[in-house]
Nanobody
Framework: QVQLVESGGGLVQAGGSLSLSCAAS????????MGWFRQAPGKEREFAAA????????TYADSVKGRFTISRDNVKNTVYLQMNSLKPEDTAVYSC????????????????WGQGTQVTVSS
């Protein structure tokens, strides 16, 4: 089992920045690809970003590309999501996920999930 705990959410004005963290425990963190997903009110959960086990490969949804940056620290067992130039449409609950294998953009491929952290962007 892998336990994931997100932190760093909050309220920010449009154009601002926020940094999310996801701390992992339970298994060897460097064995897992990590991802960030988000779910806006009334919408399905969607993929935002993912990073490979080594951190050498990343991928982003078109909606966040150029504004969000995913990174990881395999010593601290933590994955991060730096969010810049935030927009009201970025408002959502952000959840991190882990899977043993190459990262995927569809949520069913991910084995472990955190409970999420709320990000609210005001206009």
């Amino acid at each position: 089992q892998v336990q994931l705990v997100e932190s760093g959410g909050g309220l920010v004005q449009a154009g601002g920045s926020l940094s999310l963290s996801c701390a992992a425990s339970g298994r060897t963190f460097s064995n897992y690809a990590m991802g960030w997903f988000r779910q806006a009110p009334g919408k399905e959960r969607e993929f935002a970003a993912a990073i490979s086990q080594s951190g050498g490969s990343t991928t982003y949804a078109d909606s966040v590309k150029g504004r969000f940056t995913i990174s990881r620290d395999n010593v601290k067992n933590t994955v991060y999501l730096q969010m810049n130039s935030l927009k009201p449409e970025d408002t959502a609950v952000y959840s991190c996920a882990a899977r043993n294998g190459r990262y995927r953009v569809y949520e069913r491929a991910w084995s472990y999930w955190g409970q999420g952290t709320q990000v609210t962007v005001s206009s």
